[in-house]
């Protein structure tokens, strides 16, 4: 067992102790907050003693929790892995897709080993990022990841750090990059011992999951920045999805996201591989993503819900709640030729002005990451029900035609391949009784502003919840759903034979429709989707080359398309 030097920031306390394998060693103040044990120190097992607390707290910068977030803290040596992915350079986003799961939901066993078994599959529908949502540890057997409480580790249900090197590593092998999601915004509501050692969080700021965190302190700043390179150096994940960005209070003159796009651009250049930073916003505002001479904070690129929107509304006719603005198939056609549908218009459900107009002369379409279906979008329904729930294959196949043949960075939800009939439901397993009451009474509120209705939500803390939750595989090879996946391997395979459809030119993108009939043009370049999305059988005026099709039953010429209902077509002209 290796020597460690241990310290830790905690200027809330007066006196530290570090305990270690049982033992306690006093601690020595070292300056601006910061304390350190005795170097040379020994031992596996440890935890802090602030002032005259017997109760030993982890490490805010632990690397692995072996029991649980209340308990002691665990040495890892990340160092120690034998990687095996030295041929692999990374790969820009740009023309890449994106593969969203969760690793206690993607597999029956909900491990990243168990993970690992299933990259082949998805190198066969055209993945090249598998997107993590949050490992880091919480409280509980089970959990979204968004109440994480110790960023730095992995956490032991889905098999700890060393598990997650190797998936890494395995992903690396297979070809495909790994985007990890972090939340930097706020921390869960229990096992968050941080306000105990120092200023974590910003006193009466908070959002809507709690406190904000206060980015005022650099100590705090470090400590959002330190754990963002840990990922991309100590487990070569090949970039980041921050959660929530709006919900980030700073003030300061250098932006938290401009700190983190600067320093994970050093260590880009540093290892000589594309980094990338993906922010999820709900601002639609494209500072976040305007590179930094030019007045950005640089970052890669952002997460659009209105294209979400745009084509939920437009197969599902759905339009309570935020969906109301997108009623007309001329908002699916806005967003699809301008990046945004809110770009400064009126927002109903915000009731307010909303966004800002994208530059579409000069940013790239590809740095707006867009999904038919995500976690948000499928969990934060009452029942969380997919698309699938509602619409037939023929209307999931036009979902997969739109976004996988569109302008932008297509990102795909686990199991959307195969059109999963499992809902993905919101779950937590919060040990504490009036924790979990208050999350589930609070669950069902939610709903109230949408229009659900709350007697159908299911209780959060029920693990039947979390358990229904889980994909099925055996659904691959059973009729429809094998037919879909067909089609989403054979437009992997389209992606990679027709520029047109990685072209990220806005100004090669034009729509036509017809809001009566529902028929939807989308031209890119010289390739051309004709879309049916009436459940009628009709002839559209728009045709070519037949490159794809979603039903066998479509008539292509070069004048006109005669398209079944829910059906699409990918056509040269």
């Given at each position: 067992?290796?020597?460690r030097?241990?310290g ?7 006196a530290?102790?570090?305990l270690l394998d049982g ?7 070292a ?31 632990s690397?692995r929790q072996?029991?649980s977030?209340h308990e ?15 041929a692999w350079t ?14 206690g939901t ?6 990243l080993?168990?993970a690992?078994?299933?990259l082949?599959?998805?190198v066969?529908i055209?993945v090249d ?5 949050p490992?880091?540890g919480?409280n509980?057997t089970?959990?979204?990841g968004?109440?994480?409480?110790l960023?730095?580790t992995v ?8 598990a ?9 092998a297979a ?5 990890q ?5 706020h921390l869960?509501p ?12 910003r ?10 965190v206060n980015?005022?302190?650099p100590?705090v700043?470090d ?7 840990m990922?991309?150096r100590?487990?070569?994940v090949?970039?980041?999805r ?15 996201l401009q700190e983190l796009?600067?320093k ?9 591989k594309p ?15 305007t590179?930094?001479e030019?007045g ?8 659009s819900d209105d294209y ?9 006719g759905?339009?309570?709640g ?11 056609a806005?967003v699809?030729?301008?990046g ?8 109903s ?6 966004g800002y107009?994208?530059?579409?002369d ?5 740095r ?10 499928i ?11 509602q619409?037939d294959?023929g209307?999931?196949?036009?979902a ?5 043949g569109g ?8 199991g959307?391949?195969w059109g999963?009939?499992t809902p ?8 504490e009784p009036?924790l979990g009451?208050?999350?589930a ?6 709903f109230e502003?949408m229009?659900w ?6 209780d ?16 691959l090879?059973e ?6 996946l067909?089609?989403?391997?054979a437009l ?5 034979v027709?520029?047109?459809l990685?072209?990220?030119r806005?100004?090669?993108?034009t729509c036509?429709f017809?809001?009566d009939?529902?028929w ?5 370049g010289?390739t ?5 999305f009436a459940a009628?059988?009709?002839?559209v005026p ?17 004048d006109?398309?005669t398209l ?7 056509v040269?002209?």
């Amino acid at each position: 067992m290796a020597n460690r030097n241990f310290g830790v920031w905690a200027p809330a306390a007066s006196a530290v102790t570090l305990l270690l394998d049982g033992e306690r060693h006093p601690m020595s103040e070292a300056g601006d907050g910061w304390w350190s044990a005795p170097a040379g120190l020994t031992g596996e097992n440890y935890g802090y003693l602030l002032d005259d607390d017997d109760h030993p707290l982890p490490d805010p910068r632990s690397r692995r929790q072996p029991v649980s977030v209340h308990e002691l803290s665990s040495t890892f040596d990340a160092a120690a892995f034998t990687w095996t992915d030295q041929a692999w350079t990374g790969r820009q986003l740009a023309g890449g897709v994106i593969y969203e799961l969760h690793i206690g939901t993607f597999t029956p066993d909900g491990t990243l080993d168990s993970a690992i078994e299933r990259l082949d599959h998805l190198v066969s529908i055209g993945v090249d990022f598998i997107e993590l949502l949050p490992v880091n540890g919480f409280n509980g057997t089970h959990n979204w990841g968004y109440d994480g409480v110790l960023w730095y580790t992995v956490d032991e249900t889905y098999g700890g750090p060393a598990a997650y090197q190797r998936f890494v590593d395995a992903c690396h092998a297979a070809g495909l990059g790994v985007i990890q999601d972090v939340v930097y915004n706020h921390l869960g509501p229990s096992g968050n011992y941080l306000p105990r050692f120092g200023e974590y969080l910003r006193s009466g700021s908070s959002n809507t999951w709690g406190d904000s965190v206060n980015l005022d302190l650099p100590q705090v700043r470090d400590y959002i920045t330190d754990n963002a390179l840990m990922w991309l150096r100590d487990y070569h994940v090949d970039g980041l999805r921050l959660d929530a960005v709006h919900a980030l209070v700073d003030t300061s003159e250098t932006h938290i996201l401009q700190e983190l796009a600067e320093k994970t651009d050093a260590l880009s250049a540093f290892l000589g591989k594309p980094l990338t930073l993906i922010a999820e916003s709900d601002l639609n505002d494209t500072k976040l993503v305007t590179p930094r001479e030019a007045g950005g904070y640089g970052l890669q690129a952002q997460w659009s819900d209105d294209y979400h929107h745009a084509v939920h509304v437009a197969l599902t006719g759905e339009i309570t709640g935020y969906y109301a603005d997108f009623e007309q198939l001329s908002a699916l056609a806005k967003v699809l030729t301008r990046g945004f549908f809110h770009d400064g218009t009126y927002s109903s459900f915000r009731e307010r002005d909303h966004g800002y107009p994208i530059d579409t002369d000069h940013m790239p379409a590809w740095r707006l990451v867009v999904a038919d279906q995500n976690h948000d979008q499928i969990g934060n329904r009452a029942i969380g029900d997919r698309l699938g729930a509602q619409l037939d294959v023929g209307q999931l196949a036009i979902a997969a035609v739109l976004t996988m043949g569109g302008p932008f960075t297509p990102m795909l939800f686990m199991g959307e391949e195969w059109g999963a009939s499992t809902p993905w439901q919101f779950f937590t397993s919060h040990p504490e009784p009036e924790l979990g009451k208050a999350t589930a009474e609070g669950r069902i509120r939610e709903f109230e502003k949408m229009g659900w209705d709350p007697s159908v939500v299911p209780d959060p803390q029920d693990p039947a919840t979390f358990a229904a939750s889980k994909l099925d595989w055996s659904e691959l090879t059973e009729g429809s759903h094998s037919r879909l996946l067909v089609l989403y391997r054979a437009l992997a395979s389209l992606r990679k034979v027709v520029p047109d459809l990685t072209d990220p030119r806005f100004t090669r993108v034009t729509c036509q429709f017809d809001e009566d009939a529902r028929w939807f043009v989308v031209d890119q370049g010289r390739t051309r989707t004709v879309i049916n999305f009436a459940a009628e059988p009709q002839y559209v005026p728009h045709g070519g080359t037949l490159l794809l099709a979603t039903d066998a039953g479509v008539e292509v010429r070069a004048d006109g398309v005669t398209l079944p209902g829910h059906s699409a077509v990918i056509v040269s002209f």
